[in-house]
DNA sequence: AATGAAATTGTGAGCGTTCACATGATATTA
DNA sequence: TAATATCATGTGAACGCTCACAATTTCATT
């Protein structure tokens, strides 16, 4: 059965006793074949156990049904979990995802997992960038024609992307703090070359200043757990005195939340904290965490919906898809006891 | 610069007035091309831009220069982490990687996921495979000839896999308490349906009766921080008392130390715990967690190494490549207090 | 200078499909 | 029943490349 010679269209016509266009009418579904010889052929695929040869397809069709996704900081969460859902996405439309993981958000490296497959004819291209460092015009010619949707990129700008409302959900984060009395706000805030660390971050400012309240040190974390431990420390040792802490992901908060208590500080008696992702394990924190939730399910699917539909109108004018994120309450968040003097 | 039309083997040829053949001479290295026509060559590519058609390619050739990982359970985060370094390696090594999340482990899911792809004629396939469902040997006929590794199998089936040696890693975990003075152990494992669950299950309880002590109670878990949470609940709501436990991986850990605290219960003063897996969280649980280390790079890369070996020599005999874990103590367990006494 | 061997370059065919068109079969209408 | 429209099926060419082999050039050797 596992004959060397792999079957071909010539195989399946012979033994249904059509000719092979026949066949291949078959295999895509045109209507131009009777009810008869489209089940003999049929039975026959079945038989021989045949599988079209795609290199010989999108050699002539010029398509491949296959997508790309570059993503950068895939050991995060938030990329990690959003790769899954646009492979997903990608297979429910037809289509097969090839992954390239960069570590450095240069130009050579992007040009480098690009290039590779444009070779390939990949119909389209995801690229997960939530930093800053290659500009959206050289993006456009590396990619050479090839229609691409962008992730995580920057809030506001007129190209082809889906993002979430950072500001909004820093602004969700930081005005519950402030309705639960707080006054004293502090931030851990990303990495700033991401995108998303700086949008929550101006955003926590600006959220502060509109209530009239001088915002608090921000230290700068690396969105990992120890990270925030570090930064934590780096502000109770600067002095700075307050009840309420914007972090910005879970992981740096749960790092920060132990680093509060190695002060002696509890929470959310004497700190309030609020995360970003709201990953997983963030209702087992000690306490359960506040966070703004992010639907990167939403964000995968609707990329790769977005970019299908770029690749069958590659026309369509570019523009900026936004979703919302949403706080989820939790008990690492307590009204200020300062309020209750 | 961006015409319609794409740069073809005979445009380059045209340009640097040499036959076509030479122009993929150039560019598959043949050594039978002088220098001084490899440069005009080289030149001509670079000038128009060149990017050989890999489906024209891999049509004569029949090799694609892509692999496909199939994964399984791509939420947790040793799968997700072990493809994040397969398609690293593969990019090394000069291919590219397809990935294919499953679901539901079932022969079905399986079948999709490789049908879909033997017709891209992939060179090889990785399939993480970290539960019972499938057998070998529909995995071989599945494959239809196509080389594959498998991933978090079985330990010590005859197939081409790389495995780590649960076994041995529960061993350390279990030991590492026995070590500290713990006679009370009892443990919470992973789902039972996972190789890496009952291997970890079984030594658990191999290494107590070895050191002649009767194993606690074990409950099941579904790895996810919540599940470790009601696991703990549900051992010390049906009466379990014990100073160690160990838990099948961090997340759980996790879920079951803020359990085990609702409790009453302070960690390590009263009970220790051990997880599996060191993610980089664990450091900064409450207490940082001692846990047994797992190289998910070494898995990918050795996998991918593998299989490259397999494409290039098929006749290669198949065994099983074993990593070891290793156990990393932080502050989660501590000597039992009963031994002072 | 003639010969041959080695290096370099060129030519024809075919990989397995789809596309555009040509042909054949069947149903519809006058 | 003959003519036409409609549907079903078949044929030749092309997609862009590599393979096997043929032709040409180069250069050392007799």
Redesign the pocket.
Known sequence: MNTN??????DV?RRA?????????V??D?????????QRVAQAIKDLN????Q???S????RSHLLEVVTFGSHHYGPSQTVIHVEQAARRLGYNLIVTHIVGMTLQAIRGAIDTLS?RLVDGMILIMPVRGVEYEELVSLCNGIPFVMIDSQLSSITPSVVIHQTYGSQLATQHLIDLGHRDICEISGPLEWFAAVERHTSWQATLEAAGITPGKSVEGDWTARGGYDAAHRLLNEGAVFSGLVVGNDQMALGAMRALREHGLRIPDDVSVVGFDDIPEAECFEPPLTTVQQDFDAIGTQSVEYLVNLIRDPAETAYQRVLYPSLVVRQSTAPSAKRQV
Chains 1, 2 share one sequence.
């Open positions: 010679k792999r079957v071909t269209l010539h016509a006793k059509v000719s092979y266009q026949t066949v291949s009418r295999i895509n045109s209507p131009h074949v009777s009810k008869t010889t489209r045949y599988q079209p040869n290199a010989a397809r050699l002539v069709t010029r070779g």
